[in-house]
């Protein structure tokens, strides 16, 4: 092959990846131009974010935080976030602008907010440091959550359902892929300064990187409202019971992630400290264990889309369920780093299959005509169990230790995958519902 035939070859497959594959291809070009905007966008937010998630904890732990606050600092995000996702699915639905709130909140106020981030160590001084960072990272999360239900009315209208296994599995590999190397490059990074000084120098490049993001998702053309579109109808309190009543499928998969996240977030804020508290490791260790997490879900995602498409989201779903309990128990003899090389290598694929998976089940479940007040129902409930598992699983953690948060853990995340696998069931197509 010749170098001009390689680059040729190269260039195609490039274009085909971020339409999702050969099937984008046969999309109109106005489609397939949001789409290659939209996968930019997870190009330059998975390499900004996977900066924050993995070393933000650390870098308020840095700051003199105990394990209690950092768990603390979860659950006030997550009830931040139950509280502010109702009126964003509110505004979302009384504007036809929803891709503006998105660049607004998650673009502009979350991305300052990490930018303040930064500079808390320089600003503020004495033992409120440890609190104002707090406050910094809550009001980032707070944002995120404020947009979500408009980004996903966007992320609705802008990838076409019959190939979201494929494209979301095209779009969740270059994610990976930006997510390991960002990751890497930052551990290292932290570990090149001394004390917060190499945080604070990550997460400023996590600043940087989210604009980028926020410039591609800019470039998105949103759908032009019809003279058809109730999206503005008018919502209440008293219309969630009526909502809820005909939408049997959404209930139970609500009901199911509540217990699903509850237990989850018991021993999910404590990992990356329990790695460098308990086991000393480095921030570059961490960040390598990321990474391996990050590459074994890279390794399956172009599958587990096309295999989301064909056996369905559900089927997915539930095998990973059963699977993914047996992680907390593994971190009990877990002591050295390539045990937990190993976990992370099972944690990488289970999780990975999940999250696309639990994602396109929700758009499924969801009436298509009211996707902000759904999705803002369910994040709301999520969050509150999320919020609610941070706190139980500070107060065990203060008194019983790491270990008796990973058999809690655990155990809730088999029973809810049994209340999933009972409750739960498939369903390709959701009606949409009439006021």
């Known amino acids: 092959m010749t170098i001009l035939g390689f680059i040729k070859k190269s260039t195609q497959w490039l274009s085909d990846l971020t339409v999702g594959g050969s099937w984008g291809r046969t999309l109109k070009k106005s489609i397939q131009r949001n789409l290659r905007w939209f996968w930019f966008d997870g190009f330059f937010a998975s390499a900004s974010d996977n900066i924050s998630v993995n070393f933000i904890s650390l870098y308020i732990l840095s700051l003199g935080a ?112 930006t997510g390991m190397i960002t990751t890497l490059l930052a551990g290292k990074l932290i570990t090149m300064f001394v004390g917060p000084l190499g945080y604070q120098v990550a997460l ?73 508290k308990n086991l000393q490791f480095s921030a570059t260790a961490v960040g390598f264990l990321a990474v391996v997490s990050a590459f074994s879900s890279l390794a399956i995602q172009n599958k587990t889309g096309a295999l989301a498409d064909r056996v369905g989201a559900r089927r997915l779903q539930l095998f990973s369920m059963f699977l993914i309990p047996l992680l907390p128990f593994a971190w009990i003899f877990a002591t050295q780093i390539w045990h937990i090389v190993i976990i992370n290598t099972f944690s990488g694929v289970f999780w990975g299959a999940f999250n696309l998976a639990s994602f396109n089940l929700l758009l499924e479940s969801i009436p298509q005509n009211q996707v902000p007040r759904y999705s803002a129902i369910y994040q709301i409930v999520v969050t509150l169990s999320l919020a609610a598992g941070a706190l139980v699983g500070s107060a065990i953690i203060s008194r019983w230790g790491f270990f008796a948060v990973c058999l809690a853990s655990g155990i809730g995340r088999f029973l809810s995958s049994g209340l999933f696998a009972k409750i739960v069931h498939d369903t390709r197509k959701i009606p949409e519902m009439v006021n």
């Open 204 to 276: 400023g490049l996590a600043f940087v990187l989210g604009v980028s993001s926020t410039f591609s998702y800019a470039h998105i053309h949103e759908k032009a409202p019809s003279s058809t579109d109730d999206s503005r109808s008018r919502f209440s309190l008293r219309l969630l019971k009526q909502m809820f009543g005909r939408q049997p499928q959404f209930v139970a998969l609500m009901i199911t992630a509540a217990a699903w996240n509850f237990s989850m977030n018991i021993s999910g804020p404590f990992f990356n400290v329990y790695m460098v």
């Open 66 to 177: 105990t394990e209690a606050q950092i768990g603390l600092m979860s659950s006030f995000s997550n009830i931040a976030a139950a509280i502010l996702l109702l009126p964003g699915a509110l505004l979302a639905e009384r504007t036809y602008h929803k891709k503006l709130i998105t660049l607004i909140c998650m673009g502009g106020g979350a991305r300052l907010a990490l930018l303040m981030l930064v500079f808390v160590p320089i600003l503020f001084k004495g033992p409120n440091i440890v609190w104002i960072a707090i406050a910094f990272s809550v009001l980032r999360d707070s944002f995120n959550n404020f947009g979500f239900p408009a980004w996903m009315t966007v992320t609705n209208e802008t990838v076409p359902m019959e190939g979201r296994g494929r494209y979301f599995g095209a779009r969740n590999f270059v994610m990976g892929i």
